[in-house]
């Protein structure tokens, strides 16, 4: 397991290598493979995760067997952490879109680790805090920004958190099918493609399997604005 991704997460950013090692003792790892849940929504929850390595998706579905995507997850990220607070069914479903391995801490084990320990309280309270501005956020981008914008948006946000260079630009290995990017930005999936087919025709992007690699990111900021 890869420690250098645990420390990434909120929850070991204040401690010291001794502690964030203690810490890391009580928690149990999880392997799932592509494809799998983790989680299920509606599901009662008392568990948070840090992926150690690999990405989850979080989505809900509707009645009608519609799917939104709320967020894909990398290495370093939580998931689940509402429960450390709240204990209860979960608020969404959590799955696999690569092979990933996670470490996991029940609320009994966090609620005494944050008595004796404030400071990593205020660490997930930040973090909190940034989901929801993201959530906010991205409600905002459905009612005012066009699907283009969204798309382009979403690309430079997977390239921040997973983008490497390439020889012709940065190379983002999002692991998402075309539904998957679709549920991402709230939109159909046809939609999406004729934008992604307009980016890649502009230039700005070369499109790989469940890969992009951008290449004319100034273009895709102002689109996305």
């Known amino acids: 397991m890869d420690t250098e991704a645990v420390r990434k997460a909120p929850l070991f950013a204040p401690l010291d290598d001794a502690d964030a090692?203690?810490?890391?003792s009580t928690m149990t790892r999880t392997k799932i493979a592509r494809g799998q849940e983790l989680f299920h929504e509606g599901e009662q929850g008392d568990t948070l995760y840090v992926i150690t390595a690999g990405k989850v998706k979080l989505g809900r579905r509707s009645p009608d067997g519609r799917e939104n995507?709320?967020?894909?997850?990398?290495?370093?990220?939580?998931?689940?952490?509402?429960?450390?607070?709240?204990?209860?069914?979960?608020?969404?479903?959590?799955?696999?879109?690569a092979d990933t391995e996670l470490v996991g801490l029940a609320h009994g084990s966090m609620t005494e680790y944050l008595g004796t320990r404030p400071e990593v309280a205020m660490t997930m309270l930040t973090a909190l805090?940034?989901?929801?501005?993201?959530?906010?956020?991205?409600?905002g981008d459905l009612v005012f920004t066009d699907v283009p914008g969204?798309?382009?948006k979403a690309l430079l946000?997977?390239?921040?958190?997973?983008?490497?260079?390439?020889?012709?630009?940065?190379?983002v290995a999002h692991d998402l099918t075309q539904e998957e990017l679709a549920q991402l930005?709230?939109?159909?999936?046809?939609?999406?493609?004729?934008?992604?087919?307009?980016?890649?025709?502009?230039?700005?992007?070369?499109?790989?399997?469940?890969?992009?690699?951008?290449?004319?990111?100034e273009r895709l900021q102002r689109r996305a604005r």
């Open 185 to 217: 930005v709230g939109a159909s999936r046809e939609t999406v493609n004729k934008a992604l087919a307009d980016f890649s025709a502009r230039g700005w992007i070369k499109l790989e399997a469940r890969a992009v690699t951008l290449i004319d990111t």
């Open 21 to 24: 090692e203690a810490l890391l």
């Open 69 to 97: 995507l709320l967020a894909i997850l990398g290495e370093g990220e939580m998931l689940g952490e509402l429960s450390l607070f709240d204990p209860g069914p979960r608020t969404a479903t959590a799955t696999a879109v």
């Open 150 to 152: 969204r798309v382009a």
């Open 129 to 139: 805090a940034a989901r929801l501005r993201r959530t906010n956020e991205a409600l």
């Open 157 to 171: 946000d997977l390239s921040n958190r997973f983008g490497q260079p390439a020889e012709d630009g940065t190379l």
